[in-house]
């Protein structure tokens, strides 16, 4: 299974989860994990999602959140779990 | 599952802490590029350097996107051109810095002669041409082995290396001797370190290979700041254990370029690396271990530790470990050495002293515009017979700053940082450095 972790950070507002989950499902990519607080109103969410269904490369992915980022003005982060692997189990 | 405390700390020594992947360095073998005629021998060079290389900086680019971590350099190291070419090597320099800027690449190292023992034809004719050739070209690196523990010192190298500084400085005294931050006299020069301006591809390496160093002395600073005052076993083993999750990374990486390229791993070089920016010096973990600046009664002590304990949580975390595998301690790449230097904290011999219990030697250190080749070469002398007696890496990058007396500032500007002008010993050596002939190998170097 090829995971990716989405960290979406930044001011919370109303329908992050919505508009990021909803992105997820037009591109297929099936949710695995999600914590999120709020700390101070700024809004922190971590998204484990599982690749494999998408048909579109990680790069283009990456183009196709750009819209959301600037919808939301929130710093969204998508990267391939294997380093958070690597770095913490051996 | 990994958990949130997990991902988090690994998003802030990223984010915060500076933590990066320092190089990916493709290692080239030219060996089948060698012709007699110069001009031939450079066509070759530049089309194997475009062909392997060509998908270099674009991997590199993509692994970067994919694991969210920076891979600052993407470089190329190639055989020693000494030993591609007898005739005047200055079409091969040219040929490979259009090599280096056709792929992308930030360097290429390997504008090198291997003369521990002596020197050939082609050795003295690229060392003559290595002022010209680094003041001419843009990407280019080159090193010389002076010394080795099994051959001794080569005298005679030392005295040239000396005279070849000086030119070197001169021809590129409008960018304050520029050209002597890509060249380095080495003892002991190791054939896979992906580090400039070091890094060349060795006679022992194959057809072509994925070297990678890896940084963090942010991080390795960060975590010390949690055991404030603890004792020094609590110190190393906290070094450790970043040391072999910074590492882990590294391995993943090289793995990565390895698969996709289809070229083999050759080694992670656990090397931590600082660059000019504040939270990335290696002199600021010395401080966090008590001292006020680097160069105080106590900094060998807690280089050594450091050094030793980096290679020890790092030697787990990868499946092959070589280059040079150790702190680095230069001068100008390091705001925390720029401030003890600054502050009067840190002398050269100082720096000699520290260059025994790490990797590797008297780097990136400006010294006075008069100082004499003779005293640049006992500099080098005296830093090959550390390496020498100690059968390690050790290496000399000094550069003398035309017009400039100690104290001044030289810039070099990017990672190459800034330095203040550090006071040289001037004492006469002259008749010492005129001997020339061999300093013998040591007795332990008889180990068969």
Redesign the interface.
């Given at each position: 299974m090829k995971k990716a972790?989405i960290?979406v950070t930044g001011l919370d507002t109303t329908g992050i989860i919505a508009r990021v989950a909803m992105k997820l499902y037009e591109l297929n990519i099936n949710i695995l994990?999600i914590?999120q607080t709020i700390l101070g109103g700024y809004f922190t969410m971590?998204m484990?999602v599982d690749l494999d269904g998408a048909e579109k490369s990680?790069?283009e992915i990456?183009l196709e959140l750009e819209p959301v980022r600037e919808e939301l003005k929130m710093s969204i982060?998508?990267?391939?779990?294997?380093?958070?692997?690597?770095?913490?189990?051996i | 599952m990994i958990e949130k405390r997990e991902i988090l700390q690994t998003m802030h020594m990223i984010q915060q802490e500076n933590f990066d992947i320092r190089t990916i360095t493709l290692g080239i073998n030219l060996l089948d590029c060698s012709d007699r005629d110069a001009n031939r021998c450079a066509e070759r060079v530049y089309e194997k350097i475009c062909r392997t290389a060509r998908d270099l900086v674009k991997t590199g680019e993509e692994i970067e996107t994919e694991l969210g971590i920076p891979i600052v350099n993407k470089r190329i190291s190639v055989t020693p051109i000494s030993l591609i070419c007898q005739d005047d090597p200055r079409p091969i320099a040219l040929a490979l810095d259009r090599a280096a800027a056709e792929v992308g690449v930030n360097f290429l190292g390997g504008y090198s002669a291997l003369m521990h023992k002596g020197a050939t034809l082609a050795d003295e004719r690229l060392l003559a041409s290595i002022p010209e050739v680094l003041s001419e070209t843009k990407f280019l690196c080159s090193s010389v082995n002076v010394a080795s523990t099994r051959a001794g010192i080569n005298m005679n190298a030392v005295k040239e290396m000396g005279e070849i500084i000086k030119r070197t400085a001169e021809l590129t005294a409008d960018q304050d001797g520029l050209g002597c931050a890509k060249l380095v006299v080495f003892a002991n020069a190791v054939e896979d370190n992906p580090f400039m301006a070091g890094a060349f591809c060795g006679v022992g390496e194959p057809e072509c290979a994925i070297n990678v160093g890896v940084s963090g002395p942010g991080v390795v600073k960060v975590a010390l700041e949690h055991v404030k005052g603890m004792p020094f076993d609590v110190v190393a083993e906290t070094i450790k254990r970043t040391a072999f999750k910074i590492t882990r990374v590294g391995q993943l990486v090289a793995k990565e370029a390895s698969k996709r390229m289809n070229i083999p791993f050759g080694i992670v070089d656990l090397s931590l690396a600082p660059t000019p920016a504040r939270g990335d010096s290696v002199a600021h973990i010395l401080t966090e271990m008590g001292l006020l600046n680097a160069g105080a009664p106590g900094t060998t002590a807690a280089l050594a530790l450091l050094n030793d304990a980096v290679k020890k949580g790092g030697i787990m975390a990868s499946n092959h470990v070589g280059g040079l595998s150790g702190a680095f301690i230069p001068v100008s790449e390091d705001i925390g050495m720029i401030e003890a230097v600054s502050a009067g904290a840190l002398t050269l011999e100082k720096l000699e002293a520290m260059t025994c219990v790490c990797s590797v030697g008297l780097d990136m250190i400006a010294i006075p515009g008069d100082t004499s080749a003779a005293t640049i070469s006992g500099i080098i002398a005296d830093e090959a017979a550390i390496g020498m007696i100690n059968n390690k890496t050790t290496a000399v990058r000094l550069i003398p700053a035309v017009g400039k007396k100690a104290g001044d500032l030289v810039e070099f500007g990017g990672l190459l940082g800034r330095a203040p002008v550090m006071s040289v010993n001037t004492q006469d050596n002259s008749e010492f450095i005129a001997r020339g002939g061999r300093i013998p190998a040591p007795v332990h170097s008889m180990r068969n």
């Open positions: 972790l960290s994990d914590t971590m484990v990680f790069e990456n982060h998508m990267q391939r779990m294997d380093i958070f692997d690597a770095m913490h189990r | -």
